[in-house]
């Protein structure tokens, strides 16, 4: 199967999106480079992942899940006509003096 995308010449203009200069050129099949500024891209090696925000969902919507099933229950509880805190039995206190 044959790519209908072409490798970009330096003839191509294309904008850094580091410093908006429209100076980006290929330095080799997987790297191009900003001739403005220090902006450099290898597409050969993967970028790298805010790891910090890999984690952060997992949590937000577990913590989301848990807190609509805790009111949910509780919902539950108040309609079925019982208290969800238990009655404590009465206890009567004699006064001596």
Same mark, same amino acid.
């Given at each position: 199967? *044959? &790519? @209908?995308?072409?490798?970009?010449?330096?003839?191509? #203009?294309?904008?850094?999106?580091?410093?908006?200069?429209?100076?980006?050129?290929?330095?080799?099949?997987?790297?191009?480079?900003?001739?403005?500024?220090?902006?450099?891209?290898?597409?050969?090696?993967?970028? *790298? &992942? @805010?790891?910090?925000?890999?984690?952060?969902?997992? #949590?937000?919507?577990?913590?989301?899940?848990?807190?609509?099933?805790?009111?949910?229950?509780?919902?539950?509880?108040?309609?079925?006509?019982?208290?969800?805190?238990?009655?404590?039995?009465?206890?009567?206190?004699?006064?001596?003096?």
């Amino acid at each position: 199967m *044959k &790519s @209908d995308t072409r490798p970009l010449t330096i003839t191509e #203009v294309v904008e850094c999106p580091k410093c908006g200069k429209k100076s980006v050129v290929q330095r080799s099949p997987d790297i191009y480079q900003c001739l403005a500024c220090d902006f450099r891209r290898d597409f050969s090696k993967p970028e *790298k &992942s @805010d790891s910090k925000m890999d984690f952060l969902w997992p #949590v937000a919507i577990i913590a989301f899940a848990s807190t609509l099933l805790l009111m949910l229950s509780g919902q539950s509880r108040v309609d079925n006509g019982s208290s969800p805190v238990p009655q404590s039995s009465s206890v009567s206190a004699e006064v001596i003096t």
